[in-house]
């Protein structure tokens, strides 16, 4: 089984490689390859649960730190004590299923429609990159590997935004540059911080262990938070996003909203609560605050907007809101509805990634008030997006409820007038976001019919990507435990070390 784990990232790898061989006559063929590439790697994702003992083993040494279901370590840099150390758990599994998906759709979306700014194979080639950038974050068990795998996807994203992008492009892919690299320096900060105190760092020996001063846990959790908030990205440090996501291709929204968000959220879990359990508890308070703070402001700033994409993009502030109270809990109930939260944000905002970047592509306009009338002109596209939408919203059922009514839930659990009050300010945020997501189907679907430039009817290959997203929404919706029948001993690990 570690063959499997080291070929999930050698897979994609291998696949960026070979279609930089590829010349640009051959440009239509580079990205099917590159999509059979994409496709391929979800071989060994779909058999790394087959490694799992059953035992869910437990080092002795650290009874509190869970042993992966598959685990590679080896000495990578000896003289720096730092080994190439992957594992999977219950609780990364369900994201790397989710980019592998993802990477496989967007990939396959590109053999229908292109970006104007440059070649497909290129795009293609980049989002191989960035899938194992995301896949290494979420299997590092080593704090420097988790470090170099996060700094990886940089450069890629930069690259679909400011080469695919819409006409401020380049603006919004620098604007992304700067915030990213300002949390990724706190983030080494942190991770120098918790080696050098701790003298490994091995995050199966680092969680639940208890060699970390108080201190050094209240300094590099304030660390890690701020740089995970800016990756989620979390209220105040969001402004970032919006921009990128106007001006980002489709594919590049799609991974950006999908799963690259989530290496924010990923990593408040595994690292923040994980590795400084202490750290956590000192600032549950102020996160639970900014949490609600997130969840208002973002429905509030989504009743504004008149931009399809832009609208989208604000509602992700919202829903990692909802992530960041059930992680601010410090209870199993709040940590698994931050993950369960996770993996449907990554289904719902990636399917209305790809409906918005379709509906602008033909309208050749993002405007809400430009847009009426689309269930006369395309009625399923139309039904597709109303899916979406009530699902965002919360809509019992489908994927988007769980987490955000159970990260209610936690906070009530929780008890305390300071958490009484955040889980209902929180309630209050998920009915403004019903209310800013039926505007935006009011004044989209509903309406005169405007003329557009090209037919609305949806191709074999939309229909190709877009299913799984549907399915799953679904799936999900009715049986959460898809997602969260591998996740009760870790999250139980992590909530262990808080007491």
């Not at 070649?119 to 191989?128: D, F, N």
């Not at 290496?263 to 750290?279: Q, S």
């Not at 935006?440 to 090209?454: D, F, I, M, N």
């Not at 001993?489 to 070390?497: C, H, I, M, Y």
Request: proline share 5%.
């Amino acid at each position: 089984m570690t063959v499997a784990l080291l070929a999930v990232l050698l897979i994609p790898a291998v696949g960026a490689g070979v279609l930089a061989l590829f010349p640009a006559r051959l440009d239509r063929t580079a990205r099917l390859v590159g999509t059979i590439f994409a496709a391929v790697t979800l071989i060994p994702i779909a058999v790394l649960p087959f490694g799992r003992d059953d035992g869910w083993s437990v080092l002795s040494a650290h009874p509190l730190a869970v042993l992966p279901w598959v685990d590679l370590d080896v000495a990578w840099v000896p003289a720096l004590h730092l080994n190439f150390h992957l594992g999977v758990d219950g609780v990364s599994y369900p994201l790397v299923v989710l980019t592998g998906l993802l990477t496989v759709l967007c990939c396959a979306y590109t053999m229908w429609r292109v970006p104007t700014g440059g070649s497909g194979r290129t795009l293609v080639a980049l989002l191989l990159v960035l899938e194992v950038g995301i896949l290494g974050t979420f299997l590092a068990l080593d704090l420097i590997l988790f470090f170099l795998f996060f700094e990886v996807v940089l450069l890629p994203m930069y690259a679909v935004i400011a080469g695919w992008g819409g006409e401020d492009k380049r603006r919004a892919a620098r604007k992304f540059v700067l915030y990213t690299l300002f949390g990724s320096v706190l983030l080494l900060l942190g991770v120098i911080t918790v080696t050098a105190a701790a003298g490994t760092g091995d995050l199966v020996q680092l969680t639940g262990s208890t060699e970390l001063s108080r201190g050094t846990q209240y300094a590099a959790f304030a660390l890690f938070a701020i740089a995970f908030a800016v990756k989620a990205p979390l209220w105040p440090l969001h402004t970032w996003l919006p921009d990128a996501h106007t001006q980002a291709p489709t594919v590049g929204s799609v991974i950006l909203a999908g799963v690259l968000l989530k290496m924010g959220t990923y990593g408040l879990i595994r690292i923040g609560v994980g590795v400084t359990p202490l750290g956590a508890e000192w600032a549950a308070p102020l996160l639970g605050i900014l949490a609600a703070a997130a969840i208002l402001a973002g429905a509030l700033i989504c009743l504004r907007q008149t931009e399809l994409k832009r609208l989208i993009a604000y509602s992700s502030v919202g829903h990692m809101g909802f992530v960041l109270l059930g992680i601010a809990t410090l209870s199993a109930t709040g940590l698994q509805a931050a993950l369960l939260g996770n993996v449907a944000h990554g289904l719902i905002t990636g399917l209305l990634f790809f409906l918005a970047g379709t509906i602008k592509d033909r309208a050749h306009t993002g405007e809400l008030a430009e847009l009426g009338g689309l269930r006369e002109t395309a009625p399923r596209l139309a039904g597709l997006l109303g899916f979406a939408a009530i699902a965002s919203l919360g809509l019992p059922g489908l994927a988007g409820f769980w987490g955000e009514a159970f990260a209610v839930v936690a906070a009530v659990q929780r008890g305390g007038g300071l958490w009484l009050t955040l889980a209902v300010l929180a309630a209050i945020g998920g009915a403004l976001t019903a209310a800013y997501f039926l505007r935006l189907l009011r004044k989209v679907t509903h309406g005169p019919a405007v003329a557009v430039a090209e037919p609305y009817a949806i191709t074999r290959t939309e229909w190709l990507a877009w299913s799984p997203l549907v399915l799953l929404t679904l799936a999900v919706g009715v049986a959460p435990s898809l997602v969260l029948a591998a996740t009760s001993f870790p999250v139980r690990a992590l909530t262990e070390a808080l007491r």
